[in-house]
């Protein structure tokens, strides 16, 4: 006779708080004994899989996943603080979660990981025309009800910033510019072809100011019929490669993460061989 409980009962031992500080804190001691990358590649491997088989629970997979790849690669370049980017926020489900991410690898790998969202607080806008997906679309939609709430629930990593985007974002880039952080992951979830079009003048500051190879996520590029290269967030990707020389926004699907692209910043100091990070940036799919 089969057994059928004994999968449900494994993922609620997985669920129990004391297993999660069992695997952080095995984590915690592989990472401290790695010497070189390809021990920190098989430790960040290990977190990978402990996420995909559901052991490690850390929000979206899509989320975390991809910030495992940030941290890895600020680990190999050698930068101590992160910036990780949600670019529309809704009611909150997807910052809180990006912000605890932030928190659990924070304390596990040493790298201090802030988090910064930015909505309108207003809901989506008037869509303008086809390339904004009216079909799926309306104004007023996915409205945050009440972000002073939010903030005040957010964790001290975790900041908001209220307005369109397309004034928002230079703002940020001029102050951000002579920060000493990094951009580390940046989530695209405006819906529109026109919000995320401005929303990508986040990646036209000094190269430095980013990864060399930096994980982004763009949520509406695969699920639905209607999306193509020809509208929506696709369309913004398309246009922006276009316009810019020595950044590139790519898919990476073997990657075996929903919706994952890389911002390749093809002049970075690292990319060019002027500045040779700590260890190889030898980074597999986690
Ligand atoms: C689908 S929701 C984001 C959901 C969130 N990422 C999550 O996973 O929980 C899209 C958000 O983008 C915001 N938005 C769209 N266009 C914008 C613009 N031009 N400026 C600022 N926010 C905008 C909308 O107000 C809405 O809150």
Not at 98 to 103: P, Q
Not at 189 to 218: G, H, R
Request: aromatic share 12%.
């Amino acid at each position: 006779m089969r057994v059928r409980i004994f999968p449900g009962i494994t993922r609620k031992i997985y669920k129990l708080p004391i297993y999660q500080s069992y695997l952080i804190r095995k984590i915690s001691r592989d990472y401290k004994k790695c010497l070189n990358n390809h021990q920190l590649m098989h430790t960040f491997k290990q977190v990978g899989n402990y996420i995909r088989d559901r052991k490690l629970l850390l929000g979206r997979d899509c989320y975390s996943l991809s910030v495992a790849h940030s941290v890895l690669q600020a680990i190999l370049c050698g930068y101590k603080s992160l910036t990780l980017v949600e670019l529309g926020v809704g009611e909150g489900a997807g910052l809180r979660e990006l912000s605890l991410i932030a928190k659990k690898y924070s304390s596990l790998f040493e790298v201090q990981i802030d988090v910064i969202g930015f909505d309108n607080a207003s809901g989506l806008p008037k869509p303008d025309g086809y390339k904004d997906h009216p079909e799926i679309w309306s104004m007023g939609e996915f409205l945050l009800p009440n972000f002073k709430k939010l903030e005040q629930e957010l964790s001290e990593n975790t900041t908001l910033i209220i307005g369109d985007v397309k004034k928002t974002i230079p703002d940020f880039c001029k102050l951000y510019q002579i920060k000493n952080d990094v951009i580390g992951f940046v989530s695209v979830d405006l819906d529109y072809y026109s919000s995320t079009k401005d929303a990508l003048n986040l990646l036209q500051m000094t190269a430095d100011k980013y990864l060399p190879a930096l994980p982004i996520y763009v949520d509406d590029t695969n699920n639905l019929i209607s999306y193509s290269s020809y509208s929506g967030e696709r369309l913004a990707i398309e246009e922006f490669n276009e316009e810019n020389i020595y950044v590139k926004i790519e898919e990476k699907a073997n990657f075996d993460i929903n919706n994952f692209f890389i911002g390749h910043f093809l002049n970075h100091p690292i990319r060019t061989g002027t500045l040779k990070p700590v260890y190889p940036l030898t980074i597999f799919k986690i």
